[in-house]
T-cell receptor, first 109, second 112 residues
């Protein structure tokens, strides 16, 4: 499985943008970049995914480097409810999700 | 739409016993995966079911087995429980060939 590297933890102030980085230098051409987050005492929740182009949805934006060896999840305006562990995962279609230890995001009021 | 549901919520067993956990996928989903999450760790993939067959398996011993029924619901069975099997067991469902996966709230298993 291709590996991802994320910082163990990050902090951000409430109502400010948050940029969560992920490195995946061994990504293959068929790997999608997925982001999931896990709030305390809940199962993981899908956030966003992309292949080559930047993606936007109601929750976040995903910026993918041109060489696809890194990506950044962008939360445009963090709220206290965004405090969670964020996982960056590479996955081929119909393949399993391989979770790492993720980035624990703390939002400061 | 109820989303992915799992039962029971919590379970306490003793070493050597057997346990069955149940999962109902989100409406319209046909693929079910099971994950084990130890405290402080990310979820680890156990196996995936599609069309009532195990399609992929993670690095788990044969004590872990599963089943998918014609209505797409699924069971996870663990035999000869060990203390190390204590974890949160998560079920996830999706439509085949779709990327987004939906997780249930999990079953917390404690082995004493």
């Amino acid at each position: 499985d291709a590996k991802t590297t994320q910082p163990n933890s990050m902090e951000s102030n409430e109502e400010e943008p948050v940029h969560l980085p992920c490195n995946h230098s061994t990504i293959s051409g068929t790997d999608y970049i997925h982001w999931y987050r896990q709030l305390p005492s809940q199962g993981p929740e899908y956030v966003i995914h992309g292949l080559t182009s930047n993606v936007n949805n109601r929750m976040a934006s995903l910026a993918i480097a041109e060489d696809r060896k890194s990506s950044t999840l962008i939360l445009h305006r963090a709220t206290l409810r965004d405090a969670a562990v964020y996982y960056c995962i590479l996955r081929g279609i119909n393949e399993k999700l391989t979770f790492g230890t993720g980035t624990r995001l703390t939002i400061i009021p | 739409d109820a989303g992915v549901t799992q039962s029971p919520t919590h379970l306490i067993k003793t070493r050597g016993q057997q346990v069955t956990l149940r999962c109902s996928p989100k409406s319209g989903h046909d693929t079910v995966s099971w994950y084990q999450q130890a405290l402080g760790q990310g979820p680890q993939f156990i196996f995936q079911y599609y069309e009532e067959e195990e399609r992929q398996r993670g690095n788990f011993p044969d004590r872990f087995s599963g089943h998918q029924f014609p209505n797409y619901s699924s069971e996870l069975n663990v035999n000869a429980l060990l203390l190390g099997d204590s974890a949160l067991y998560l079920c996830a469902s999706r439509k085949r060939d779709y990327n987004e996966q939906f997780f249930g709230p999990g079953t917390r298993l404690t082995v004493l």
